[in-house]
């Protein structure tokens, strides 16, 4: 207790203590989602503030509240003590407050330059743009970061790493007071991220606030001051990292005992449905090999942009493997398209529900019966009866909540939805069901009854791959996992070598590297 | 809440399809289209005569042919504007083949061959070379009527055989002609492939996303080529009736064409985004449209104020809901 | 200058080049200077309306109304000096752009504020334009005789071995660089179709931006059809019939996307001149006008099939890192 105090004053005396961000009772709701329920968030000058929690904890919406794109429902943001109100993005990049967004949000049509400067560009006589200036500030800001671009080359031209670099200048191009780094080091290679320490380092000393969003613990706990944790769009603590352990802090961004949330269950290796051996794709992916058991679920782990995805979405027929064999049921199997490996037995329920999974704008009853047309109709004639019959058995059994069948899917929350698109593909009765980050982004108690179902489908003997980005998942429903780095299957993992630890360290390729 | 444990029944629908009918787009341009039927009965005494209202049906039955594929396509989230220039070609080529002494016959056949064979040559661009549709159209829309204009010249085929006649000028029982019969039974087949099988639901699946439709294991692209077959060949019947009724062919046949039954399948309530609208909107709009030219035809209004009118229904029936919600949320 | 050889601009202008050579190569008269200059003229209007078009289709919209609009601002400009023939033409030419900016405006409009998707917006107003010209005219013709020689000489008049419409169209042109290299509005247009989700987050109103991009569309066209109908001393309800397809063609052609955000001035500039080029040369070479439709609609598909697949999405690629990583360890 004593030393807590003690290292807090030290804190104290090192930096400014008043907060130049505040955020207070912030809330913000979606049709079927409250994705903020009050939350607070403070961030103080010269510190960096990490902020933690799972997917759906709230991370990206108070992002974009801090950045002008949602106005929060309730709640105040105080900048230096001030109040304001950011009804615009550029409301809030005047206020001092810039972000490196996770995703794109760039220009391939345009120069480096005008990507750096887009909404601000320095402008002389009647109001023109000013090449020269916004070309010379530029490359002054590329220098800082020590970016080798050309202020003039089009975006299109850039590599991942390099546009990430182009985000970062365009973040600086503002003279900030806070600094949002929304998981800056997704995409970037292992010297790319010393680059970013690095200045993240020099903004500190000058003196800025950074917002800090990461997944991975080893890079919080080097850089950041300060952590505030989000759990299911709430606020459930802050404090100083240099008075937290790792173990405390995934236990407040988890929030409850990963044991209990997930079904128990009984497997027994059972025979091989899927084989897969030296499948490769000429960028994504290469020389990937498993099998797959009637009753198993396999867990696929990696971060994000791993390969996982792609590796899936080949195995269904989106994009043209360049070599491998997938045998299913020990016969070689050659699946051109989706329509292929349904008709083979493999169904995946892709990660972008509202894109790739669910056809918003169709009825419930119609998004389930769509790979099923032939089996309720008679000569390609439709028969309503038989289409309300399947839908009501797939969405009872998945307990699903809506008003009425012929209900639109887009009018469903997320949870419901992805029961919408699990009931569509086994109505199909498949032999291999692939899941897609299934839980991602959807409220608890959808979350459970998804676990549970999956517990369910391979009891009844169904194979099931599940692609998952978080550690709870992975570790509660998989038998067995399969960890994915860089397109290249970087360990398989099962009983006792099944840690967090294990699954973190093949996934960042810690240890190895340094061989 | 999540802790329910028995499964809820779900009802099949939110409300009957009586009350959903009542709402809907279709009932609403049906009660215009009988406002406009009653106007016109006062407006003009020649109105409410069998064979006036025969001959009014011309205005819009050809059209209506092309618009009902037109209204797959649009939905299935594509759009054909070359379909007046696949009409002066196939007219071009029939007149051709009749210069050398080819029967009805042979005309008929080679009017939808070249109709199927144009809608084929748009299909290949926008699904096998992926390009959009609305580019590689109004390119074909130049190419085709270009080709009848390099035939044709300022000249005219004429000489077609008298027995062609039939298709645009004759009549099948009392004062119903060949051609309205045709559309009937267009209509007909349309609202079954469309509303009635795997086919048509595919069609509206892929209007609403595609991607998510593929994911589904729906060929996609074998459904749009389809569509586009279909359209050109709808093109092709609508270039026999043409040709037949005016009984010549110029390369300015059906100018402008496009755009009125792009118009007729938007007014029919059918999104140009893709994803909705049915047959029976399609029929109604294509009477409003004829009853409104042939209304104001009998009143000696010039065709081109009735496009003035034609024009600000298809701006007013999408923006007047639009601003009533506006106007009610503030 | 590398990147530039392989742009579509170079190799659309060498295309035009070796079009141009092989036709002097046996009607050496079609390059004379006065020659190209009266293409160049004749070129004017489609140029004109094709920029307008441009900035209308980065931002991923459409605009079907143009050639509508030039012939109801023509007739306007037409039936005006012939009931008053004193009034100046810098007041007519304020009234033809002022008008035409206003029918560009309320497709504007419908576009930002009822979100209506521009084809049927546009599609709806070019007939009701259209129609308007009827009731207006009666359908009757304003004919040279009835126009002042002030108006019909103004875009005739011949400054620096030009007429002041070619003059025009290179002055409006000249702007037009200036306008999307130099403004942010310009830089807007790219901003907005290239990408509008980023748009939002860099401070840009989406709807906004398409309203101005039909603002100056509209404008373009009121101008054009003073200009149109001053210069062929006619005004009537079909004048232009069509052109809206033209001047689509001249945009696909330069190179401009049909999806927004990709193509440059200098392309769109490029497309025009070649179907001008195009135009005027067939009856030099003895090729029967009636040939245009057909190149100019194969010409439209060649460029599309072209950009498409200069313009090939790249995929993500994951392997190559993870080899670069090999490399480096």
């Known amino acids: 207790m004593q030393m807590s105090i003690e290292t807090k004053a030290q804190v104290a005396s090192a930096v400014d203590t008043a907060p130049v961000l505040t955020l207070d009772g912030i809330t913000k709701t979606f049709p079927g989602v409250k994705a903020l329920d009050g939350v607070s968030l403070d961030l103080y000058p010269g510190q960096v503030t990490a902020l933690v929690g799972e997917n759906g904890a709230g991370k990206s919406t108070i992002v974009k509240t801090l950045t002008g794109i949602y106005q929060p429902d309730a709640g105040t943001i105080r900048v230096a003590g001030e109040e304001m109100h950011f009804a615009t993005a550029q409301d809030a990049s005047a206020a001092g407050i810039t972000a490196i967004h996770q995703e794109t949000v760039l220009f391939d049509e345009l120069t480096v330059a005008e990507n750096i400067f887009i909404g601000h560009a320095p402008r002389g006589r009647f109001g023109l743009i000013d090449w020269p200036t916004m070309r010379a500030k530029s490359r002054e800001i590329l220098d800082r970061i020590d970016a080798d671009l050309d202020p003039d080359m089009p975006l299109r031209d850039l590599g991942i790493a390099s546009k990430h670099l182009v985000a970062i200048a365009r973040a600086l191009s503002v003279d900030a007071r806070v600094v949002i780094m929304d998981e800056p080091t997704a995409a970037l290679s292992h010297k790319e991220i010393e680059e970013l320490y690095e200045l993240v380092e020099r903004l500190k000393s000058e003196g800025r606030a950074i917002l800090f969003i990461s997944h991975k613990f080893d890079e919080i706990f080097r850089i950041a001051d300060r952590f505030t944790v989000f759990r299911d769009g709430q606020h459930v603590g802050e404090g100083l990292i ?5 173990a405390d802090l995934v236990r407040l961004m988890v929030g409850r005992d990963v044991d209990q949330i997930f079904p128990q269950r009984d497997h027994a290796p059972s025979e091989a449905v899927l084989q897969v051996v030296g499948y490769s794709h000429p960028t994504e ?99 309503l009866s038989e289409e309300f019959a399947m839908a009501r058995e797939y969405t009872e059994r998945l307990d699903l909540r809506a008003a009425a069948l012929d209900q639109d899917v887009g009018n469903l929350s997320g949870g419901n939805q992805q029961k919408v698109v699990i009931a569509k593909w086994l109505a199909t009765k498949p032999k291999v069901i692939i899941l ?80 | 809440m999540s802790d329910a444990t028995s499964p809820r029944h779900i009802p099949d629908r939110l409300q009957s399809n009586a009350a959903r009918l009542l709402k809907s787009w279709e009932v609403l341009l049906l009660g215009v289209a009988i406002l406009i039927f009653i106007a016109n009965s006062f407006a003009s005494p020649y109105f409410l005569n069998a064979w006036n209202l025969s001959d009014a049906t011309f205005n819009f039955t050809e059209k209506a042919m092309i618009a009902f594929a037109m209204a797959l396509l649009i939905i299935s989230g594509e759009i054909d504007l070359s379909v007046a220039s696949i009409i002066a070609l196939a007219s071009t080529a029939m007149g051709a083949a009749a210069q050398v002494g080819a029967g009805t016959t042979e005309l008929v056949l080679i009017g939808l061959v070249v109709g199927l064979a144009a809608g084929a040559f748009n299909g290949v661009l926008v699904t096998v070379m992926g390009l959009p549709s609305i580019v590689v159209t109004i390119g074909t829309m130049s190419l085709f009527r270009g080709i009848s204009y390099i035939i044709l010249g300022d000249g005219a085929y004429r000489g077609y055989p008298s027995d062609f006649a039939f298709f645009g000028q004759g009549y099948v029982w009392w004062v119903f002609s060949f051609e309205f019969l045709l559309f009937a039974v267009l209509a007909v087949i349309y609202y079954v492939v469309l509303h009635r099988t795997n086919f048509g639901r595919t069609i509206y699946t892929i209007g609403n996303n595609a991607t998510a439709a593929s994911f589904s294991g729906i060929r996609v692209a074998r459904v749009k080529f389809i569509l586009f077959l279909l359209t050109g060949l709808m093109a092709g019947v609508a270039a026999i009736c043409l040709t037949s009724r005016l009984g010549s062919t ?10 009125e039954v792009v118009t007729m399948v938007v007014l029919g309530g059918v999104s140009i985004l893709g994803g909705s609208g049915t047959i029976p909107g399609v029929v109604i709009a294509a009477f409003v449209m004829g009853l409104v030219t042939f209304g104001l035809g009998l009143l000696n209004v010039p065709g081109i104020v009735m496009s003035i009118f034609i024009g600000a229904m298809l701006i007013g029936v999408i923006a007047l809901p639009r601003l009533w919600d506006m106007w009610r949320r503030s | 200058m590398i990147a530039f050889l392989k742009s579509r601009e170079a190799i659309l202008a060498g295309a035009m080049l070796v079009l141009l050579a092989l036709i002097s190569s046996r009607f050496p008269g079609f390059v004379a200077p006065d020659n190209l200059a009266r293409v160049f003229t004749d070129t004017s209007p489609l140029l004109l309306l094709a920029l307008g078009q441009t900035v209308v289709i980065l931002t991923r919209c459409i605009d079907l109304s143009v050639a509508a609009n030039l012939a109801l601002t023509g007739m306007v400009c037409a039936m005006l000096n012939a009931a008053m023939p004193g009034v ?73 071995g030009l007429p002041v419409m070619a003059w025009i169209a290179i002055a409006i042109a000249s702007g037009f660089f200036l306008l999307i290299a130099r403004t942010p509005l310009g830089r807007s247009f790219y901003a907005v179709g290239g990408n509008p989700h980023a748009a939002v987050y860099a401070g840009i109103d989406v709807g906004k931006t398409q309203f101005w991009a039909f603002v100056i569309s509209g404008a373009l066209a009121g101008l054009t059809g003073y200009l149109w109908v001053a210069r062929y001393a006619v005004a009537y309800v079909d004048i232009a019939a069509g052109f809206e397809l033209e001047v689509v063609a001249a945009c696909v052609i330069g190179g401009i996307s049909i999806a927004g955000g990709a193509g440059t001035i200098l392309g769109t500039i490029l497309g025009a ?57």
Do not use: C
């Open chain 1, 242 to 246: 240099s008075e937290i352990a790792e």
């Open chain 3, 88 to 160: 100046p033409v810098i007041v007519i030419l304020a009234i033809a752009v002022g008008l035409g900016a206003i029918m560009g405006a309320f497709n504007g409009l419908l576009v930002w504020k009822l979100a209506i998707p521009p084809i049927v917006v546009t599609l709806g107003t070019m007939t009701i334009y259209r129609g308007i010209i009827f009731l207006i005219s009666n359908g009757e013709w304003v004919n040279a005789h009835e126009m002042s020689k002030a108006f019909t000489g103004f875009p005739r008049t011949v400054f620096l």
């Open chain 1, 436 to 515: 897609d980050e299934p839980t991602k982004g959807i409220d608890i108690g959808s979350k459970a009854a998804v676990h549970a179902f999956m517990a369910e489908l391979a009891a009844q003997g169904l194979a099931v791959i599940m692609v998952s980005s978080e550690i709870p998942e992975v570790m509660g429903m998989s038998d067995r996992v399969i960890v994915m780095r860089e397109g290249l299957i970087a360990a398989e993992l099962e009983g006792d070598d099944l840690t967090p630890e294990t699954l973190v360290r093949h996934a960042a390729g810690i240890g190895e590297e340094d061989q």
């Open chain 2, 250 to 259: 110029r390369p300015s046949i059906g100018f402008g064409w496009e755009l």
């Open chain 1, 285 to 383: 992916f290469d020389n990937i090999a498993f099998t797959l058991r009637k009753g198993e679920i396999l867990g696929f782990y990696g971060l994000v942009g791993a390969g996982r995805s792609e590796v899936m979405q080949s195995l269904f027929g989106i994009t043209k493997p360049s070599k491998g064999v997938v045998k299913i049921d020990g016969d070689i199997k050659v699946i051109r398209s989706p329509a292929d490996a349904v008709g083979n037995g493999i169904v995946y329920v892709p990660e972008d529900r509202g894109k790739q999974g669910a056809v918003i704008g169709l009825p419930i009853f119609q998004n389930i019966t769509l790979p099923s047309l032939s089996q309720t109709s008679r000569a390609g004639f439709l028969r």
């Open chain 3, 273 to 329: 001149l070649f179907l001008g080029i195009v135009k005027n040369a067939l009856p030099v070479v003895d090729i029967s006008p009636f040939w245009q439709m057909a190149i100019s609609g194969a010409a439209i598909i060649t460029a599309v099939a072209f950009n498409a697949r200069s313009a090939k999405a790249k995929g993500r690629i994951i392997l190559r890192r993870a080899q670069a990583h090999g490399a480096q360890a």
